[in-house]
Antibody, heavy 126, light 107 residues
Framework: QVQLVQSGAEVKKPGASVKVSCKASGYTFTSYGISWVRQAPGQGLEWMGWISAYNGNTNYAQKLQGRVTMTTDTSTSTAYMELRSLRSDDTAVYYC???????????????????WGKGTTVTVSS | DIQMTQSPSSLSASVGDRVTITCRASQSISSYLNWYQQKPGKAPKLLIYAASSLQSGVPSRFSGSGSGTDFTLTISSLQPEDFATYYCQQSYSTAITFGQGTRLEIK
């Protein structure tokens, strides 16, 4: 079955960087992209961006531009999200999700997040 | 960015009730609207995509409708496992946005 397994919890100091991994299985990794979504404690969902596992194209949320980098390693079917210059308000659970569409030929708007990882807790504290 | 506004923000209902949650976009998004369910401490789960298409494995008591700016998620007969928070999300814009969530609680 399709599964996304994320790396473990992280505790970081302000100003540091964190890199979260998301290992995919059960499907052809390069056929779909990976989206990243975060959720601060007690808050709603915030989209961070996505990466195409086919060609590495990315689309980042404007508020994170310059601090976030999403990459993939197709040899291990793993996606990565690195966030730099961490602040206390980056404390959140970070989720990866498969960026999927059901049609054979999909327009970029047709994609949705159909399978999610369990989340990685990132705590930023001095 | 396109603003997504859900109403109500919270809702109390009983098992067996019919429940409707509304999501309004700040501009037309055609049918590029998805719905997710999230239980405490768990990842979101896709329920509905493209406004009205039921995700495989999701019970048929869930349904979605709407287009343009106004959308609804309906649960025809609430079951105990449906008490959760529900989010809408638009994919019309390159800047994806979620609604603030609707918390569905047991009355």
């Amino acid at each position: 079955q399709v599964q996304l397994v994320q790396s473990g919890a992280e505790v970081k100091k302000p100003g540091a960087s964190v890199k979260v991994s998301c290992k995919a299985s059960g499907y052809t990794f390069t056929s779909y992209g990976i989206s990243w979504v975060r959720q601060a404690p007690g808050q709603g969902l915030e989209w961070m961006g996505w990466i195409s596992a086919y060609n590495g194209n990315t689309n980042y949320a404007q508020k994170l531009q310059g601090r976030v980098t999403m990459t993939t390693d197709t040899s291990t079917s793993t996606a990565y999200m690195e966030l730099r210059s961490l602040r206390s308000d980056d404390t959140a659970v970070y989720y990866c999700a498969r960026r999927y569409c059901s049609g054979g030929s999909c327009y970029w708007r047709d994609y949705y997040m159909d399978v999610w990882g369990k989340g990685t807790t990132v705590t930023v504290s001095s | 960015d396109i603003q997504m506004t859900q109403s109500p923000s919270s809702l109390s209902a009983s098992v067996g009730d019919r429940v409707t949650i509304t999501c309004r976009a700040s501009q037309s998004i055609s049918s590029y609207l998805n719905w997710y369910q999230q239980k405490p401490g768990k990842a979101p789960k896709l329920l509905i995509y493209a406004a009205s298409s039921l995700q495989s494995g999701v019970p048929s008591r869930f349904s979605g409708s709407g287009s343009g700016t106004d959308f609804t998620l309906t649960i025809s007969s609430l079951q105990p496992e449906d008490f959760a928070t529900y989010y809408c999300q638009q994919s019309y814009s390159t800047a994806i946005t979620f609604g603030q969530g609707t918390r569905l609680e047991i009355k």
